[in-house]
């Protein structure tokens, strides 16, 4: 059965610094991958996603994620955080159905001044 | 620009009472999913449909029943609310493909006292 593990439930970087999400999954067959926010009182929307096309995908807001097959990885990353960016990160692989995903747990991103 | 609308942001109700929860897409998609988000648990799928009155059980439908009579509307419904119940409840739709977007609403959060 497939599954995602999200490293650390909470991050805090300083204002400029990298942002580094972490994402291990595990799935019997190639999967897809994605990465979904969360701003405060909103629903999630779609960030990136890896679909067996390039293994480094680039999403909004200046994100970008990489697809490690050996390492069973998909991490997000962005070279430089903004106070914009403090949302809660979901990381999700697709499931053994049709349109079915499995979200890990979250992380929550706090920036610092 | 696509839409998904759920029928209340905030919603309190007492132990035992029947509550409905709405969604509606404007994207003509095939595929309606409803989840619960607590902390620390990420998303949980109670039930998604694939068509019109069709409907599959997701990892946790126990106390929970739902309904597509229009591919537009899908209505997840409590038939006796409990307090363990009180969550953030999160719809979503899709087209049919796996690969695709999930589209999501703002949410309802339901408190039960």
């Known amino acids: 059965a497939q599954s995602v593990t999200q490293l650390g439930s909470h991050v805090s970087v300083s204002e400029g610094a990298l942002v580094l999400l972490r994402c291990n999954y595990s799935s019997s067959v190639p999967p897809y991958l994605f990465w979904y926010v969360q701003y405060p009182n909103q629903g999630l929307q779609l960030l990136l996603k890896?679909?067996?096309?390039?293994?480094l995908v680039k999403g909004i807001n200046g994100f970008e994620a990489e697809f490690k097959k050996s390492e069973t990885s998909f991490h997000l990353t962005k070279p430089s955080a903004h106070m914009s960016d403090a949302a809660e990160y979901f990381c999700?692989?697709?499931?053994?159905?049709?349109?079915?995903?499995?979200f890990g747990s979250g992380t929550r991103l706090s920036i610092r001044p | 620009d696509v839409k998904v609308t759920q029928s209340s942001r905030y919603l309190v109700k007492r132990t035992g009472e029947k509550v409905f929860l709405e969604c509606v897409q404007d994207?003509?998609?095939?595929?309606m999913f409803w989840y619960r988000q607590d902390p620390g648990l990420g998303l949980r799928l109670i039930y998604f449909?694939?068509?019109?009155?069709?409907?599959e059980k997701g990892d946790i439908p126990e106390g929970y029943s739902v309904s597509r009579e229009k591919k537009e509307r899908f209505s997840l419904i409590l038939e006796s609310a409990s307090t363990n119940q009180t969550s953030m409840y999160l719809c979503a739709s899709t087209s049919g493909s796996t690969a695709d977007t999930q589209y999501f609403g703002p949410g309802t959060r339901l408190t039960v006292l």
């Open positions: 994207m003509d998609h095939e595929n």
């Open positions: 449909s694939y068509d019109v009155k069709m409907k």
């Open positions: 999700a692989v697709s499931g053994d159905s049709a349109s079915k995903i499995i």
């Open positions: 890896y679909t067996s096309a390039a293994t």
